[in-house]
């Protein structure tokens, strides 16, 4: 099962982030994927990352992240040699991923319906900010652009910082998941009925679904959404408290869990005070029960709270910095990351995150390392009928 899609074949042609990481998603389990990319310089996130090094080599960090797995062709679609190039990868692909602006594979004459002449079968899915209609749908928009038109933005720090961005690109990974999600659904369809289909996926959709708690608290609740910041709007004491030494988010959202809460920090008075007793006097009085529990806290720092509360059925963890949890004993213990010690175009081996589920049968893990710009063009060219004349040909004519 860990490679479920094996001998599916999936055609890249996104850049960035939605539509490479939905792709990545596939190759996890198994999917030969194949990366279209422009010639010379390929996919944008080649030169984006905090190393300016591997920025100027075309193997960015950003690229890195998402591209294990993969290979890599150079296509200029622009040219009717590319264009060909292209459908005859499609009559042997099962699925094609791009997150182009709506109209631009059109412009190209390489959309949907043109294509699925060449493939019937074939399961397309497009990733664009909007979706393919409506007023916006021309609109250009990245991670920033959706948190901030989805209302995630305006939910994100407190009162005195909303609205926030979210520190990492969640509308953009968000849409690779649904985008995943939404092709793994077609293909199973697919290999049921033979037919393929077309799949609009939209980032301001994708992120707005995932706020499903906020949006019903407004559309049936009445509920106006705002910023908490480390508070929990549903329950208190439920948030992120100071301790003797580093923050700890606290999650007592049951009454049993309340109340041994204060038996464990020594306060069981807070038990019987008529501020704190029920649920929904707690969340009133939200701010003098953390001050009251705050002030037991800082008899002992957050690892010693997080070990104490858990014991007992409290969910408790400490708030960690990004390299602190991927050293962290748990991470390392599931396998979480994977390193390819050599990787072309890179002068260092690697780490990358793999798939956030294992398996029974063998975990979703990476193939090969992230390929270099166009390091696979004749390889795939030949295995679908091109001759290394025509190849060559190709290639002087700047089609490839």
Known sequence: MSQALTNVRVLDLSNVLAGPFCAYQLALLGAD???????????LARQLGADPDLNAGYMGASFLAQNSGKKSVTV???????????????????????NFRPGVMARLGLSWDELKAHNPALVYCAISGFGQDGPLKDAPAYDQIIQGLSGMMSITGDERSAPLRVGSPVADTISGITAAFAISSALVRRFRTGEGGFIDVSMLESTLVTMGWVVSNYLIAGTEPRAYGNDNMTAAPSGAFRTGSGLLNIAANKQEQFESLCREIGREDLITDARFAKRESRKRHRQELTAEIEAALSAHDAAHWEQAFNRIGIPAGRVLTVPQVLESPQIRFRQLLQTFGTVPGVDRPITVPKAGFRLSDGDPASSAPPPALGQHTDEI?????????????????GAI
């Open 33 to 43: 994927v194949i990366k279209v990319e422009v010639p010379k310089t390929g996919d």
């Open 381 to 397: 060219l030949q295995s679908i009928g091109f001759g290394v004349d025509e190849i060559s040909q190709l290639r002087i004519g």
């Open 76 to 98: 200029n679609l622009k040219t009717a040699e590319g264009k060909a190039v292209l459908k005859r990868l499609v009559e042997t692909a099962d699925v094609l991923v791009e």
